[in-house]
């Protein structure tokens, strides 16, 4: 599967599973499509993995330790 963002993977994700509730497709096909998309899951999970390594790096103090801090992002 080519690079895709993680918005494009979720929106193609939610279609695939639309699809498959509807139930209009063979069994083959409908296998096809499933594997689809666990390949986006995976493809999904890794991007929230990357994300969290950096969120994690940007929070490292001068000591190299991970400092916890509430990512809220209401202003009251």
Do not use: H, T
């Not at 096809?32 to 993995?49: A, N, P, Q």
């Amino acid at each position: 599967m080519k690079e895709m963002s993680f918005e494009k993977a979720m929106d193609k994700l939610e279609k695939i599973v639309g699809e498959l509730e509807e139930g209009d497709f063979s069994l083959d096909a409908s296998l096809k499509k499933y594997e689809e998309g666990i390949s986006l899951v995976r493809l999904c999970r890794e991007k929230l993995d990357k994300a969290k390594q950096k969120v994690e790096r940007l929070m490292r103090d001068k000591k190299g330790d991970l400092k916890r801090s509430s990512l809220d992002m209401d202003p009251e």
